[in-house]
C-alpha cells in the first residue's frame, strides 16, 4: 500500500489532485489516520511496534506530498511566466488625478510663509478640557462662548469641543519657555447653525509671538506683510479696528480693502493679556507677545471667489476638480 501511495503521489498532474490525495490518505478521516485510531485495540508492544511503522510511513508520505507540492508550483509558476505577456507599448490607462483641497492648500500656504520667519507648529486635542479653552485664556465664567449654544460639551464629563486653537497656545507656553514663535492650525468646533456662513466644525490658525520687547507695531507689521503676501497685492491697505478679546490687550480686529472701495474682516489679533501670560508661568514684566487668528475657510473663499462653505464639506470631486490644486507648491 506505501509503494502504491507513493506511485500514485509522484503520477499527480496539479495541485487540486495532489491536495485531494493528501486528505484520502492524511486527513482528519484519510486511511492512515484510521490506522492510528486502531493501535488503542492493541497490546502495549503491539502499539508500540505498530505505531512507529505507521508513523514511518507517515512521515515518508508527508514528506514526498511536500516535495510534490513544491514541484507543482514551480512547474505553474514556470508555465503562467512563460504564457503570460505584457505589451509595454500599449498606452496607460487612463487614471484619476486627485487634487489638493483648498483648505489644505491654505494651510499649507500660511504654515510655510511663516516657517520662513522662524515660526514652529503645534497641534492639540479636539476634546479639551475647559480650563485650557477658556479658564487660562482669561474668558470668565458667565461668558457667553461658554453656553451651550455656542459650544459642544462631552457628556458625563466636563470637557468639550475645542472651540477655538487658542488652548494650543496654553498648552505651548506651559511647555516651552520664550523666546518663542509659533502656529496652531487645526479644526474648532462650534455649535452654529448649517447654512451658507457657519457650520459646526472649521478650522483656525492661531500665531503666536512670545519675546522681550514686542509691541502692537511688529504685530501690525506682521500681519500687513502676510495679507499683502497671501492675496497677492503688495499695495493693500489695512485697517485695525479695536475690539475686545479677553485674551489679548489692547485687540483689534483686521480688516482689507476690498471690491468697490469696501472694508472687509479677515482676523483678530492683540497683544498677550499679561494675566494670560501669568497662567502659563511666563513674567509679563519680562516678556511681551502677540497672537492672531484667522478663518481659514473665510480666507480660502476670499482668496478663490467661492461663496458658500458648505462644499468644503460635501465630498464632491466635481467641485474638488475645479477648486482643487494638482501640487501644494
Known amino acids: 500500500m506505501q509503494q502504491e501511495w507513493l ?12 491536495d485531494e490525495l493528501r486528505v484520502h490518505l492524511l486527513g482528519k478521516n484519510g486511511l492512515i489516520t484510521q490506522q492510528l485510531k486502531t493501535l488503542g485495540s492493541l497490546s502495549p508492544d503491539e502499539r508500540k511496534a505498530k505505531g512507529a511503522e505507521i508513523n514511518v510511513i507517515k512521515d515518508q508520505i508527508s514528506q514526498e506530498i511536500e516535495q510534490k507540492k513544491s514541484f507543482l508550483e514551480d512547474q505553474a509558476l514556470e508555465l503562467r511566466l512563460s504564457s503570460e505577456k505584457i505589451d509595454i507599448t500599449l498606452p496607460a490607462r487612463p487614471e484619476n488625478e486627485g487634487k489638493i483641497h483648498p483648505l489644505s492648500k491654505v494651510i499649507q ?23 485650557h479653552n477658556f479658564d487660562a485664556l482669561n474668558i470668565p465664567a458667565h461668558h457667553p462662548a461658554r453656553q451651550s449654544h455656542d459650544t459642544f460639551y462631552v457628556s458625563g464629563s466636563d470637557n468639550i469641543l475645542r472651540t477655538q486653537t487658542s488652548p494650543v497656545q496654553i498648552r505651548t507656553l506651559r511647555g516651552h519657555k520664550p523666546p518663542i514663535r509659533f502656529l496652531a492650525p487645526g479644526r474648532v468646533f462650534r455649535s452654529d447653525a448649517l447654512d451658507a456662513t457657519h457650520t459646526p466644525m472649521f478650522h483656525q490658525l492661531e500665531g503666536v509671538v512670545i519675546e522681550e520687547g514686542i509691541n502692537f507695531s511688529h504685530l501690525k507689521g506682521t500681519l500687513i506683510d502676510f495679507c499683502r503676501w497671501f492675496f497677492d497685492d503688495a499695495s493693500m491697505n489695512l485697517r485695525f479696528r479695536p475690539s475686545f478679546f479677553p485674551f489679548t490687550e489692547p485687540s483689534a480686529e483686521v480688516d482689507i480693502s476690498w471690491k468697490n472701495g469696501k472694508w472687509l474682516e479677515v482676523l483678530g489679533c492683540g497683544m498677550i493679556h499679561p494675566t494670560v501670560l501669568q497662567n502659563c508661568g511666563i513674567d509679563p514684566s519680562q516678556f511681551q507677545g502677540f497672537a492672531f487668528g484667522m478663518g481659514i475657510e473665510r480666507l480660502a473663499m476670499l482668496k478663490y471667489g467661492m461663496n458658500d462653505i458648505r462644499p468644503f464639506y460635501e465630498g464632491d470631486t466635481r467641485w474638488l476638480d475645479h477648486y482643487g490644486f494638482r501640487s501644494a507648491s
Open 7 to 18: 506511485a500514485k503521489i509522484q503520477a499527480s498532474e496539479s495541485l487540486p489532485a495532489l
Open 109 to 131: 500656504d500660511i504654515t510655510k510663509y511663516f516657517g520662513r520667519i522662524g515660526f514652529q507648529i503645534f497641534d492639540g486635542p479636539h476634546v479639551e478640557s475647559q480650563e
